[in-house]
Structures are given as structure tokens and as C-alpha cells.
């Protein structure tokens, strides 16, 4: 079965403890992208993967980072999270991100992280 | 730059209404255009796209969209909505997946 898996999906952490949430998609696909959803404010893109060891910044990347070292995993890292990253995560993947007409992405379940 | 705006960012209908959540993109060459949908509680679901050809697209649970060029439009439409389409719809071009800020449909028993 065709899926995008998040772990965990609730998460209750303190300021300043590291954590990873892990993303693992088994389509092989090329693009994988990390998303923050917030009330009012939608999806907001937070770092994106064009393939493997190629990552890019999205449109709020400050406190997080990521890494490509396999096709199928796409971690989210807070080095040192902060109340304000209080948020609901969602990973996707799609074949490619542009010049194709079959550009859907498909989200994990989401992980729902509170920064105490 | 690419980017989709999407009119309503709320709306409260009753059951059996006609529902119209507007979505106009601004970019030119190729456009290919998608309404995703999230259900309470729920991830993100691919509710209909277009791609090319027939500007009229047909959706899932009923849900249809037009494509209208010379208005750069995408509404999506439903003509008769129920309580279970209580969601957030989102209007998204192709390429870097720039996400609007949704529209909230509540509906009333």
C-alpha cells in the first residue's frame, strides 16, 4: 500500500530538548517536503527535497532542520525547539515537484508536536 | 511569481446548499491546478485536478471544479453540500506547492 508514514504522531516535549520526527515514504518518489500547519495561517512550507542529498529551504525553515541521506526518509530535526513550534507537522512526497502533469503529493497523518 | 488566492477563508452553510469556494491563480505558461481537502482531524486528500483538456473536472463526493482561463479561476462547486463536507479546502498550483491559507467550510446541521 501506497503510503507516507510520520512518527511519532503526538509529541509533548520542553524547550530546548532535541527531537527528530521521522518521515519514510515507499513510492520512490524524488520530492519529499516538510509542512507546519497552524490556525489562520494554513500550510506553510518549511524545508523541501528535490532527490536524494538535495534540500532547500521553504518559507519558514528558521529552527529546523532536515537531511536526504535515502530516497525514503526525510527527517525533521529541532535542535533546540521553542513554544513557537508548537504546530501540527505534515510530511508529503510526489514524483517531482515541476514540469509533470502527475504532481500530486501524498501527505503522512500528520504530527501534532506541543513545545512546553 | 506563482501563487493562488482563495476568496472565502470561511463560510457557514446549511445542509442541501449550493456551495462555491472561489480560487484565482496568477502565473502564465502551463497551469495545472488541484483542490486538496482536510477533514477534521484528518491529512490532506486530493479532491480533483486539472491538468489539461475539459475545463469542467469532476472530483470526488460530488465535487466539481471549472477551469476558466480569461478569469484565471478554478472554483470548486458543489450543488448540494452535506454535514460530512465540514473540512479545509485548499486551492494549489503545480510546481513548488505554495499552499493558500484555506477555506474553512462549516456546515450546519
Known sequence: EAQVTQNPRYLITVTGKKLTVTCSQNMNHEYMSWYRQDPGLGLRQIYY???????DKGDVPEGYKVSRKEKR???????????????????????????????????????????? | AQSVSQHNHHV???????????????YGGTVNLFWYVQYPGQHLQLLLKYFSGDPLVKGIKGFEAEFIKSKFSFNLRKPSVQWSDTAEYFCVPKDKIIFGKGTRLHILP
Do not use: D, H, W
Open chain 2, 12 to 26: 457557514i452553510l446549511s445542509e442541501a446548499a449550493s456551495l462555491e469556494l472561489g480560487c484565482n491563480y496568477s
Open chain 1, 73 to 116: 526518509n526525510f527527517p525533521l530535526i529541532l535542535e533546540s525547539p521553542s513554544p513557537n513550534q508548537t504546530s501540527l507537522y505534515f510530511c508529503a512526497s510526489s514524483v517531482r515537484t515541476s514540469g509533470s502533469a502527475k504532481n500530486i503529493q501524498y501527505f503522512g497523518a500528520g504530527t501534532r508536536l506541543s513545545v512546553l
Open chain 1, 49 to 55: 527535497s528535490m532527490n536524494v542529498e538535495v534540500t
